[in-house]
């Protein structure tokens, strides 16, 4: 689907793994929470990248929309470490 391309893809995967956890019943821990919110700040630096959006705000709007991506990697990747640590704690 092309709707579902880059940031807005990323975001809305996140927001999936998410929810199939919290579907399977794993425990939402630290690291699952800060996967949560680097999926709503990829999906906030989608919105700020629609055409709607970027006409009506001057072109340096792409630097607050670079700022969101880069602070949702920096949490995903977090995130991932953290869930990876405690199911390794938890399973061992």
């Known amino acids: 689907m092309a709707i579902f391309e880059g940031v807005l ?10 929810a199939l956890a919290q579907y399977a019943k794993i425990k939402i821990t630290k690291g699952w929470q800060l996967i ?9 630096a989608a919105a700020w ?17 670079e700022a969101f991506e880069l602070v ?10 953290l869930v990876v640590y405690e199911t390794l704690v938890e399973v061992f």
């Open 72 to 81: 949702a990697w920096l949490l995903a990747l977090l995130g991932a470490l």
């Open 36 to 44: 949560a919110v680097a999926a709503v700040l990829f999906l906030s």
């Open 9 to 18: 893809g990323l975001g809305v995967g996140f927001l999936l793994a998410v």
């Open 49 to 65: 990248s629609a055409p709607a959006v970027a006409a009506y705000i001057s072109p340096q709007i792409g630097l607050l929309r």
